[in-house]
């Protein structure tokens, strides 16, 4: 069936560091992505978001990349800090509906 | 500006007891609105959505139900719950317009013991 995952369930980075995190769909008719990060005990909170008409988007600190020939998604966020410790989430926009990985959980290292 | 309230932020039920859930969103008109589940370090699971009053859509069959009683207002009930609802619940509303992002509500934690 169609799905949407993450590569790697964590991820350690230095402070200060670069982080990507990675993830893969099946579903070669989507169009729209999103990226959330959520923290401990609260609701996923919006990143950053790409249409597939688009190969890369970029925001404060954050950039999604889109390679829709191998059907990537990655959220590189540059000079990781403390704040940036959390779980993140690829979500894959179908009609009115979205469908998450599992996560990615990101530990940054002072 | 727009904003999502849900409530209770944590929630202990015995097994058998009946649950509501509600969560009401401001400063928009006829949002899309959704309830997702999520176990312990696990992604969301899509429970509910509904793109109008009283269009209700499941995604999963399971113990529990939702209703739209208005255009901001989201309910997830139980008549009994079972040890298996315990989770994260979230809701959360996107603009009716197909493709775009949800924003999500703040969570209940519901424990059923």
């Known amino acids: 069936g169609e799905s949407v995952g993450l590569h790697l369930p964590t991820l350690s980075v230095q402070e200060g560091d670069n982080s990507i995190i990675n993830c893969a769909y099946s579903n070669s008719a989507s169009d729209y992505f999103i990226w959330y990060k959520q923290e401990s005990g609260k609701g996923p909170q919006f990143i950053i978001d790409?249409?597939?008409?688009?190969d890369k988007r970029q925001g404060q600190r954050v950039t999604v990349l889109l390679n829709k020939t191998v059907k990537h998604l990655s959220l590189q966020i540059a000079a990781t800090q403390p704040g940036d410790s959390a779980v993140y989430f690829c979500a894959e926009n179908n009609d009115y509906k979205l469908s998450f990985g599992a996560g990615t959980t990101v530990t940054v290292r002072a | 500006s727009q904003t999502i309230h849900q409530w209770p932020a944590t929630l202990v039920q015995p097994v058998g007891s009946p649950l509501s859930l509600e969560c009401t969103v401001e400063?928009?008109?006829?949002?899309?609105l959704y309830w997702y589940r999520q176990a312990a370090g696990r992604g969301l699971q899509l429970l509910f959505y509904?793109?109008?009053?009283?269009?209700i859509s499941s995604e999963v069959p399971q113990n529990l139900s939702a209703s739209r009683p208005q255009d901001r207002q989201f309910i997830l009930s139980s008549k009994k719950l079972l040890l298996s609802d315990s989770g994260f619940y979230l809701c959360a509303w996107s603009f009716g317009q197909g493709r775009e992002k949800l924003f999500f509500g703040s969570g209940t934690q519901l424990s059923v013991l």
């Open positions: 790409i249409r597939s008409n688009m």
């Open positions: 400063g928009t008109s006829n949002p899309n």
């Open positions: 509904s793109v109008g009053i009283g269009q």
